[in-house]
């Protein structure tokens, strides 16, 4: 379609977003006084640092560097990328909860953004007092809940436990109620973060339905982030990939799909560098896994049967524990294929900085896309595993089979595990 | 067709790094007014759910208080009023002190309590302090039940002489109290998204701050001098002394002090929504 005549739906033009590294004000006032202070007298701050790194500025960090993008009614913009790439702060952008260091953002229409299922609900109040309450957080005034409500209660599949408080919910319940309030509301633009990774596969098939139907039948406009890959194929119609605060790609959803599923640091996916990576959920970084690469590969590309040689380069920043790793693969609809573990624990010193060679075999790997994490854990005294560092994703690969007469295989029927062949005979 | 056009246009909303100093956008709360209503609500639901007694809780705790208020400060230390039932003083003194402090340190923390909240969808902030000087107002008036019935008995008995035609003015004390209330606590709520001292401080400064103001004991006990300026001073006084002098028939108005609170009040509320705007669009980096 032309789009001269189409009508826009957002327009984003030379957005950035700068955080600010380490600490935050810290809650004290005597350090800002004396930055104040020294500031007002022309002197350096005695309290900043300096960093390196072209996305790193002194204390900063942007986290989007330069967006424009225009969103057109009734699309659905799928956005992808790797972590830290930027897409929940553009979201958080979108849905105005904070606001850009630099550019505008115009929104034309209403907007609902699901960064969260069930913002606001209060365990103590019923079902039904939390829709009237999460309905008005996301805009919705009392007298059109009051008209949807039978839908509300229809689509969440709870209505026996309507009028029970929340929290004696199940986390399934719980979430159906939250997204069908969530589905039910009459905004022109709506922003999702990964929320349809809720409930069991049926209601997960039945949201993303009724989130198509919104965009092509009823002409409204979705932005949805997902790192899931079959989801966005299925709703998005076109698809946006971030990579370090920028948009590297904007067009046809499985170009970027393929895309993002090769990128590596280096364009051909052999090379990875995790300094920049976030590691939500790592409490400790005891041993940083610094960098990946792939030996002996001018891609990514791996013929299946094939052992994949990896250098992984490390840092201990605090050693004498027994370190084991492992890599959880993933295929590139999110799906869980399996896990592998180390054959044993490396010990390393504090301050050490070396490369650990792995040898990672591909035989029991269908044919496909494959995404990993790289995790290092320990073990706490009660015998668990700890992971000090996480990765996500380490690194992304191909598995081919080039064997003459191999027969394609079918992921779908077949999943992605390739178990080792059985032996068949006839008996006597 | 003409109509559709105006109403697509009034949703275009933009969004730039530049601010304006002053936004008030009292229509965008008001086509939240529903939030604000439950928001309300959810406060009251929230606190009496799983209790005994229920909202009797709202009547035990100023009844309590005031009794001991009235043992310690009025019969220990002999600092009660004169020619006013001395359990009527302190059930009304009370009862205007725990709206006000309730209207500063419920918002005291208003973004830091709602961080999980605000983090995830935008609505407009002002709608939270607005619903907590609902629900203060709410409470207050609640409490005012139960000291009316006491005043009803006294006034029966002939003890009390109020001063009817003030009791018009009385809306606007008790709303002049909540804003000036209001007004603190949004400013204090806007700094603890950077210094989280000022929770802990501003818990600690309302506890003293009652003892500036004639709430334990009428302005009529203290005699000239500096101390009595420093207590006209306070902003909560005039407001104070002005609610007892028209339900009671005891207290002393002056003038300039009401004027003064006024002034105060309204700079604190233009001044906090000024620094609530200037917070409520990049807290969340920082909180």
């Not at chain 1, 809650?27 to 004396?34: H, P, V």
């Not at chain 1, 079959?230 to 119609?237: A, E, G, K, S």
Request: hydrophobic letters at 40%.
């Amino acid at each position: 379609m032309d789009n001269s005549i189409r009508k826009v739906a957002i327009k984003i033009e030379g957005v950035k977003k700068k955080y600010k590294l380490g600490q935050i004000g810290g809650g004290s006032l005597q350090k800002d006084l004396q930055s104040w202070w020294a500031r007002f007298r022309g002197k350096e701050d005695p309290n900043s640092r300096l960093g390196e790194g072209e996305r790193i500025k002194g204390q900063t960090f942007m986290a989007l560097n330069g967006i424009d993008l225009t969103v057109y009614k009734g699309e659905a913009l799928g956005i992808i990328g790797g972590n830290g790439a930027g897409k929940s702060t553009l979201l958080k952008l979108l849905s105005r909860v904070t606001a850009p260091t630099e550019g505008t953002i115009d929104l034309y229409g209403r907007v609902t953004s699901m960064l969260e299922v069930g913002t606001g609900f209060s365990g103590e109040m019923t079902g039904r007092e939390n829709v009237y309450l999460n309905g008005a957080i996301l805009g919705m005034t009392k007298a059109e809940i009051d008209s949807k409500m039978e839908q509300i209660i229809d689509f969440s599949e709870v209505r026996d436990f309507i009028d029970t408080p929340v929290k004696r919910y199940s986390s399934g319940m719980y979430v159906k109620l939250a997204f069908s309030v969530a589905a039910h509301l009459d905004s022109e633009i709506m922003i999702m973060d990964e929320v349809l990774a809720v409930g069991d596969m049926a209601f997960q098939k039945k949201c993303l339905d009724k989130m198509r139907d919104a965009a092509r039948k009823e002409g409204r406009t979705v932005l949805y982030v997902s790192h899931n890959m079959n989801t966005i194929r299925n709703l998005c119609d076109r698809c946006i990939v971030m990579h370090k605060g920028k948009i590297v790609y904007d067009g046809d959803t499985e170009k970027a799909i393929s895309l993002y599923m090769n990128q590596g640091n280096s364009g051909s996916g052999v090379c990875y560098d995790y300094t920049d990576i976030k590691r939500p959920g790592v409490a400790s970084m005891r041993l940083e896994l610094r960098n990946l690469r792939m030996v002996g590969r001018l891609n990514n590309t791996v013929s299946k049967g094939d052992t994949l040689e990896l250098l992984i380069g490390c840092r201990c920043n605090s050693g004498g524990n027994k370190t084991g790793f492992r890599f959880e693969i993933r295929s590139d609809n999110g799906d869980m294929v399996g896990t592998v573990f180390s054959d044993k624990s490396l010990v390393f010193a504090d301050g050490e900085e070396c490369e650990i060679r792995v040898k990672l075999p591909t035989d029991n790997i269908a044919p496909g896309r494959y995404m990993a994490v790289a995790l290092a854990y320990e073990y706490n005294s009660a015998g668990q595993q700890v992971y000090v560092d996480r990765v996500e994703p380490a690194m992304f690969f191909n598995v081919v089979n080039e064997k003459e007469g191999a027969m394609a295989w079918l992921p779908q029927y077949w999943g992605h595990v390739h178990f080792d062949d059985m032996t068949v005979e006839k008996t006597d | 067709m003409a109509d559709k056009t105006a109403a697509e246009q009034s949703r275009h909303i933009h969004i730039s790094s530049k601010r304006k100093l002053f936004t008030l956008n009292l229509g965008e709360v008001w086509r939240y007014r529903d939030l604000i209503w439950l928001f309300t609500k959810r406060s009251f639901t929230v606190t009496y759910k799983q209790t005994v007694l229920g909202p009797a809780w709202i009547f035990i705790n100023p009844l309590l208080t005031s009794l001991v208020f009235s043992v310690i400060f009025g019969d220990i230390a002999g600092l009660g009023p004169e020619g006013v039932p001395q359990l009527l003083f302190y059930m009304c003194s009370n009862g205007l002190w725990s709206y006000f402090s309730s209207c500063v340190t419920g918002n005291a923390t208003t973004f830091t309590a709602n961080a999980a909240v605000f983090g995830k969808v935008y609505f407009p902030r002002l709608t939270t302090p607005i619903s907590n000087m609902l629900s203060a107002i709410i409470r207050f008036g609640i409490q005012m039940l139960l000291t009316a019935c006491l005043f009803v008995y006294y006034l029966a008995n002939g003890a009390v002489t109020p001063h009817w035609w003030a009791w018009a003015l009385l809306p606007i004390v008790v709303l002049h109290l909540g804003l000036l209330g209001m007004g603190v606590g949004i400013i204090v709520s806007s700094l603890t998204t950077k210094y989280r001292d000022l929770a802990v401080l501003i818990s600690f400064c309302v506890q003293l701050w009652m003892y500036a103001t004639p709430i334990v004991y009428p302005m009529a006990q203290i005699e000239g001098g500096a101390l009595k300026t420093a207590i006209a001073l306070n902003p909560v006084t005039a407001p104070v002394e002005l609610f007892r002098y028209a339900f009671l028939g005891q207290g002393t108005v002056a003038v300039e002090g009401l004027v003064l609170s006024v002034v105060l009040t309204l700079l604190c509320v233009i001044f906090g929504i000024m620094i609530f705007n200037r917070v409520e669009k990049t807290f969340m980096d920082t909180v």
